[in-house]
């Protein structure tokens, strides 16, 4: 009796290795997720492979790729990751055109179902990103590390980490050092952090690093710093989270569905005095640390590995499935466990 052909998956992704952004960091983990059942390439567009099913990242950046393969009747996932779920959906026509060609829609946390068109909703499902649990490594102890780990973008919005260093200039705020992590993809944004960095010792910028010597520092800092005005579900938080270090993160969207609207760590975005006041708090009151800890020690679980590639594989029977099927694009059931 024959074998059945392994079915043949591409992984569509707007960056690639690289550029080490979030996007490739998914593309990566998911991919190595389906190998265990399925013969998976990464790239970047389609230009007509003999691929069985898409499951595409970004709805405007992988717009032409999501059309192309729609168009040869063979199905499409499509991740929204951030920026197209956040704004471009409500005015790009190709991101527009992007979700009503997938045959299945994902978001990386709850919250974002509520961003989708209602007559869409049904064809969604929430699969929350992981990290392996790391456990936390000894802080450096002359200094208070505050992380600031992303590619420097406007959506990432590092100047108020920035800005609020700048209001805490008493003795204790002394001991702080911000690290800055990421890559220079705003040249103005760049220019403004090494300007900051020369006027106020405290700020050391580290530039872009390997994935591995990210978590590594993340793991012994003492809060990671997430300023973001636009956040799919971000990798880096999860990073922190499941490394026992607390987050203190713009109230927005992408981190409430993560953390929970009541998580204690939230600012207003761009609220360079909250996230200052914020800061003090973490210098000052243990037992406040403690208690952001704890709140992300809760939500740890739901980011483990196993349950995220349970889901990806999931997804992609599914999604085979429905190619098999044909016709139009078919609901999928929502993983929104809490």
Not at 105 to 114: I, M
Request: net charge positive; glycine share 8%.
């Amino acid at each position: 009796m024959s074998r059945s052909p392994i079915s043949r998956i591409v992984v569509v992704s707007p960056t690639l290795a690289d550029a080490n952004t979030g996007n490739w960091q998914t593309a990566r983990r998911w991919a190595r997720f389906l190998r265990t059942r399925y013969r998976v390439r990464i790239a970047r567009d389609w230009a007509g492979e003999a691929d069985d099913a898409m499951i595409a990242l970004h709805a405007r950046r992988s717009a032409a790729a999501i059309a192309a393969f729609a168009a040869s009747g063979r199905p499409v996932a499509l991740v929204l990751t951030g920026t197209d779920l956040y704004r471009d959906i409500r005015h790009d026509r190709d991101a527009q055109r992007s979700l009503v060609l997938a045959r299945r829609l994902v978001v990386l946390q709850p919250q974002g179902l509520g961003e989708l068109p209602p007559a869409l909703r049904g064809r969604a499902t929430v699969i929350e990103q992981s990290a392996p649990a790391l456990a936390p490594a000894t802080p450096r102890q002359r200094t208070y590390d505050l992380l600031l780990v992303g590619h420097l973008r406007a959506e990432k919005d590092p100047l108020t980490a920035v800005r609020a260093l700048a209001r805490l200039d008493d003795a204790a705020s002394r001991r702080i050092r911000l690290v800055h992590v990421g890559g220079a993809h705003d040249e103005s944004l760049a220019r403004q952090m090494r300007e900051a960095a020369r006027s106020d010792r405290r700020i050391e910028l580290r530039g872009p690093l390997p994935h591995a010597a990210t978590r590594s520092l993340i793991r012994r800092g003492r809060v990671l710093l997430l300023p973001s005005l636009i956040e799919g579900g971000a990798n880096v938080l999860i990073e922190a989270v499941t490394a026992g270090v607390p987050v203190l993160a713009s109230r927005i969207g992408g981190s409430i569905g993560l953390l929970g609207a009541r998580y204690p760590g939230f600012f207003p975005p761009g609220d360079d005095a909250a996230l200052a006041a914020l800061i003090h708090r973490c210098l000052g009151e243990p037992a406040f640390v403690e208690r952001l800890r704890a709140h992300c020690a809760r939500c740890a679980p739901r980011f483990a590995p196993a349950r995220e590639a349970a889901a990806v594989l999931a997804l992609a029977h599914n999604l085979l499935e429905s190619g098999c099927a044909g016709g139009a694009p078919a609901p999928s059931s929502r993983n929104t466990e809490r």
